[in-house]
């Protein structure tokens, strides 16, 4: 499996883009790189995965540089609804399996 | 709403008692996952089942015993639980194809508490 490091919390006010960058420096060739969101309580939240270059959808853009050892989740304008813990996921070669890491803590403040 | 339902919702047991966790999915996937999340640790996965099949038990205790009759159903049979075993139990379900996108959708859990 592959392993990624993000960090472990952030802080941003309303309104502001947040980016959130993860390292996943094993990535296998063909690894997709998957972004959940996880509220208390809740089970996570697909948010956005993508394979190289950038991914956009309703609720964020992904940016995975050339080499894929590494990824960006862009969240546009965030609300305090969106206040939660965000996870970077890479499989690893050969498997299906979600390795789910202690994730990114984001705390957006009025 | 994700299509993945559990039940029940909450649920509090003894270390003597004999109880099962349900979950079902209706989004036509053909594999499943018992997750397990305790207090500020990440998801831990237990099992996994592809088209009924289980082909992942990382390691779980045997009082921990998964049934998957069917793709759409998924449960998990406890028994002589431990007090460490209180925790979030959520249940995912994907699509897996050759492609292996690995979007999985998740359940609400149910919050287990053994006494």
């Known amino acids: 499996l592959a392993k990624t490091t993000q960090p472990i919390s952030m802080d941003s006010y309303e309104g502001q883009e947040v980016n959130i960058t993860c390292s996943h420096n094993?990535?296998?060739?063909?690894?997709?790189i998957t972004w959940y969101q996880q509220f208390p309580s809740q089970g996570p939240r697909f948010i956005i995965q993508?394979?190289?270059t950038k991914v956009t959808n309703e609720v964020a853009s992904l940016f995975i540089p050339a080499d894929r050892k590494s990824s960006t989740l862009s969240l546009p304008r965030v609300s305090l609804s969106d206040t939660a813990v965000y996870y970077c996921?890479?499989?690893?070669?050969?498997?299906?399996?979600?390795?789910f890491g202690k994730g990114t803590k984001l705390s957006v403040i009025p | 709403e994700t299509g993945v339902t559990q039940t029940p919702r909450h649920l509090v047991m003894g270390m003597t008692n004999k109880k099962s966790l349900k979950c079902e999915q209706h989004?036509?996937?053909?594999?499943m996952y018992w997750y397990k999340q305790s207090a500020k640790k990440p998801l831990e996965l237990m099992f996994v089942?592809?088209?009924?099949?289980?082909?992942e038990n990382n390691s779980v205790p045997s009082r921990f015993s998964p049934e998957c009759p069917n793709s759409s159903h998924l449960f998990l049979h406890l028994h002589t639980l431990q007090p460490e075993d209180s925790a979030l139990y959520l249940c995912?379900?994907?699509?897996?194809?050759?492609?292996?996108?690995?979007?999985?959708?998740f359940g609400p859990g149910t919050r287990l508490t053994v006494t």
């Open positions: 995912a379900s994907s699509l897996l194809t050759s492609g292996a996108t690995y979007e999985q959708y």
């Open positions: 094993n990535i296998a060739t063909n690894d997709y």
């Open positions: 993508g394979y190289k």
């Open positions: 996921l890479v499989p690893g070669a050969g498997s299906y399996q979600l390795t």
């Open positions: 989004l036509g996937h053909n594999a």
């Open positions: 089942y592809n088209f009924k099949e289980q082909t």
